[in-house]
Nanobody
């Protein structure tokens, strides 16, 4: 199995910053894509940012210029630096990874348990 453990969420004032981390462990041969999604109350889960093993990134329009995704392949960890946070960023943030557990196995998607980010004064 594969575990994704998120950390770094919390309460922050508008305009503030937070850094989320997600560490992967378990049966991992390779990870192609890692990313962050979020789900606000009453809304569907949406993509925030993703990064490939080669470092290519993609961001939701709503976070471009404010959030930065990065990845440490040696530590099998993905980060999300969030700056200029607004109340609209309040949500549960989920880590996601497309993992090949073994050399001949198919890729599978795994999710973390989620970490709450609340932006409020």
């Amino acid at each position: 199995q594969v575990q994704l453990v998120e950390s770094g969420g919390g309460l922050v004032q508008p305009g503030g910053s937070l850094r989320l981390s997600c560490a992967a462990s378990g049966s991992i041969f390779s990870i192609n894509v890692m990313g962050w999604y979020r789900q606000a109350p009453g809304k569907q889960r949406e993509l925030v940012a993703v990064i490939t093993s080669g470092g290519s990134t993609n961001y939701a329009d709503s976070v471009k210029g404010r959030f930065t995704i990065s990845r440490d392949n040696a530590k099998i960890t993905v980060y999300l630096q969030m700056n200029s946070l607004s109340p609209e960023d309040t949500a549960v943030y989920y880590c996601n990874a497309l993992v090949r557990p073994a050399v001949l196995s198919k890729e599978r998607t795994f999710w973390g348990q989620g970490t709450q980010v609340t932006v409020s004064s």
